[in-house]
């Protein structure tokens, strides 16, 4: 079997509706090079069913009957790589036909970059572009404000096999653990942003169950963080994250949820709605 250049990591829980799109965004590549591994997590679903429909012989999946989380999940992936690149991707989101050429690219033209993502397009189910996050683009910028959150969106990210190696994720995060990661490896790690579109990102709606976990692990994350570097500074970072906090429960709560998810993306231009028409018609 020949090595392929990229190993894309699909790790997968219930996610029968939206995975075929995430499968078929994949096989559409510029790039053939690649092999991609979807590991199923114990899905209770049509999950599995709908991954095994894929007659392509560069779809490798994992399966058993337990869910052991999504961080456990990433590791057993990328210990099953055996590409010189990995790629992540998740079950609902869509990747864009360029999307691993782009990457490659990039990654091969710069050598002293371990880890690189994009920009991303927000839809929601139906395919209606909500809209584009901000971003930056240096890893200077990205780790500018460390105790805040890094700007770096986790399924966008295409690395090197060695630095995925040499930084595991840590398989007590239930939450947030790009963040964990990413704050755990920014010091000794260069990381970019393209200024390109190559995903589009799936989102619906805000959720208190998810912002309360995501803020309350990032804060023990970053608590932790703090103390052992003895930057006591960062400490500050915990205010903020409250503060956000109840900005978004007050929007969930007084059902402004999706107005405040609209209010936070910026506009894309018209090239950029046509270029998404195409592709989400593709994966459908």
């Not at 219930?14 to 690649?34: C, F, V």
């Not at 997590?41 to 490798?60: E, H, K, M, V, Y």
């Not at 690189?116 to 240096?138: C, M, N």
Request: proline share 5%; aromatic share 12%.
């Amino acid at each position: 079997m020949n090595t392929p250049l990229v190993s894309v990591i699909l790790p997968v829980y219930n996610a029968e509706k939206t995975l075929g799109a995430a499968i078929r965004s994949i096989a559409g590549q510029t790039l053939p090079d690649w092999e991609l591994i979807i590991v199923n997590d114990g899905s209770i679903d049509n999950s599995l069913t709908i991954a095994q429909s894929f007659d392509d012989p560069r779809i490798r999946i994992v399966t058993d009957s337990h869910s052991k989380k999504l961080a456990a999940r990433l590791n057993q992936a990328v210990s099953l790589c055996r590409g010189d690149y990995i790629a992540r991707m998740d079950a609902d989101d869509i990747s864009y036909p360029d999307r691993l050429k782009t990457q490659v690219d990039f990654l091969q033209n710069n050598p002293q970059i371990d880890l690189v993502g994009s920009r991303v397009l927000i839809f929601s189910d139906d395919g209606e572009i909500v809209g584009t996050y901000p971003y930056k683009r240096t890893h200077e910028e990205i780790c500018s404000r460390p105790w805040s959150g890094f700007y770096f969106p986790h399924p966008t990210w295409m690395g090197r096999r060695e630095w995925f190696i040499q930084n595991p994720y840590n398989a007590s995060s239930n939450k947030a653990q790009d963040q964990e990661l990413l704050l755990r490896s920014f010091e000794r790690s260069r990381f970019a942003c393209l200024p390109e579109i190559l995903l589009g990102y799936r989102k619906n709606e805000l959720s208190i169950r998810v912002i309360v976990q995501g803020r309350y692990h990032f804060s023990r994350m970053l608590l932790r963080k703090a103390i052992s570097a003895r930057r006591f500074f960062w400490a500050l970072g915990l205010l903020e994250q409250v503060a956000k906090f109840f900005v978004e429960v007050f929007a969930v709560g007084t059902g402004l949820n999706y107005y405040i998810l609209r209010h936070r993306a910026l506009p894309i231009s018209m090239q950029e709605s046509l270029k998404w028409s195409k592709v989400w018609q593709s994966c459908k």
